[in-house]
């Protein structure tokens, strides 16, 4: 039906440009954000499943807080405790030294006197084992607990081992001394004592600290998982094309063509740049010291295997550089491509030439040298084509412009 009122084919194009720029769009907010779920109105249901799982993921990073706050405070107190093992053993040596019944008073005591210092020692080190304000060793507290689980309902307890002079762990007393030969045999035993339960102790909070590191681990673990679940669900996918308002083009066969096609542009290209390197910045150097020594290197191996081929190639190759070099630079460019192809058929030629050279009578350099010739059977014609290309081109530019200019 035909209408003056009603343009049927405008509404369709413009539905199909409403959906074009919507596409757009959501992909341009893809890029900027890294994100294709980035709020409920992208993706309701997994945005919401996002979410409780960041919500675990936060969970998580408070649990690794705590257990490392765990960690801390029973190595604070392994520490101390080691430290304290050491002292009971120096004071065991002090105490069986004392023992002896011929010693002296004056020696009797001057052991006593670092027994002593040796005792209140022990009490210092347990008064200073504190890490986040818990002391696990001077029995100001029974245990220590983390947490284990992102919604804090399972921890992880470790109990406290009170070190303290005249406990059930260090049975020395705060007042103990081996001022007499009596006293210093009795306090042997109770010396002796004191060392198996501070390292049973020792073992204990050595058990605790595993518990907490191996729950640390696993936590760790966990949430690493869980972040990569969510990158999963919301993260947008970098690698995937994307064509103007069509978007991502994820399994159409147009990805592939729009990726050759990008792939030639970046051939010629690169071409394109290589070929006025040669041709502009190395040919027409001053002196073009490395034309002459590539020349000059390449007849002499010529010279060595005598192939007609490979000696017009380098002639048209002199004549072909000869002319560019001598040419305008607007018309030495325009040549550059072609001359560019030239130069990699004489380079390749070269290379056959010094296989050819090289022969003997090995397997593998009779071999290279049947490769070689190969490569120069048919490189006069390749040579003057090319050749005849960047001398064309030039000759193009040089009529188009005796045609403006006319």
Do not use: C
């Not at 004056?106 to 210092?124: G, H, K, M």
Request: proline fraction near 1%; charged fraction near 15%; avoid cysteine.
């Amino acid at each position: 039906m035909l209408s003056v009122n009603t343009n049927v084919g405008a509404m369709v194009a413009l539905q199909y440009l409403n959906k074009t720029n919507a596409q757009l769009q959501q992909t341009q907010n893809a890029i900027n954000t890294g994100l294709k779920v980035a709020t409920a109105k992208d993706d309701g249901s997994t945005f919401a499943i996002a979410q409780n799982m960041r919500g675990d993921v936060a969970g998580y990073s408070a649990v690794s807080s705590s257990l490392s706050r765990g960690i801390s405070s029973v190595d604070v107190a392994m520490s101390a405790g080691q430290s304290i093992s050491d002292l009971l053993i120096t004071m065991k040596q002090k105490a069986l030294a004392a023992s002896d019944a011929s010693l002296d008073t004056a020696s009797r005591n001057a052991l006593n006197e670092d027994f002593v210092s040796y005792r209140d020692q022990i009490s210092t080190i347990v008064s200073n084992a504190v890490f986040n304000g818990f002391n696990l060793i001077d029995g100001s507290t029974g245990q220590i607990t983390a947490l284990a689980s992102s919604d804090g309902a399972k921890h992880i307890t470790v109990s406290a081992e009170n070190m303290s002079l005249g406990g059930s762990v260090v049975t020395v007393a705060a007042t103990g001394s081996i001022s007499t030969q009596g006293s210093a045999s009795t306090m042997i035993s109770t010396i002796e004592s004191s060392i198996t339960n501070v390292n049973a102790a020792l073992a204990r909070l050595s058990s605790g600290a595993k518990k907490f590191s191996i729950q640390a681990d696993f936590v760790q673990k966990l949430s690493d998982t869980l972040t990569a679940g969510i990158g999963n669900l919301v993260d947008a996918d970098m690698a995937l094309q994307v064509l103007g308002g069509a978007g991502y083009t994820r399994e159409w066969p147009v990805e592939q063509g729009l990726r050759d096609a990008r792939v030639l542009t970046v051939f010629e290209g690169t071409t394109g740049m290589q070929a006025q390197d040669i041709t502009l910045r190395r040919l027409r150097a001053p002196g073009a010291a490395g034309y002459h020594a590539f020349l000059q290197a390449a007849r002499e191996d010529a010279t060595r295997i005598d192939h007609a081929g490979f000696n017009a190639a380098l002639d048209t190759f002199t004549a072909t550089a000869e002319a560019l070099i001598a040419a305008d630079p607007a018309v030495a460019e325009a040549g550059s491509t072609p001359f560019l192809t030239l130069a990699g058929v004489v380079a390749t030629g070269w290379i056959a030439a010094r296989l050819i050279a090289a022969e003997a009578g090995d397997p593998l350099s009779r071999q290279l040298a049947a490769a070689g010739r190969y490569a120069l059977a048919d490189i006069a014609p390749r040579a003057t084509l090319a050749g005849a290309q960047a001398l064309m081109a030039a000759e193009r530019v040089a009529g188009f412009r005796v045609m403006v200019e006319d």
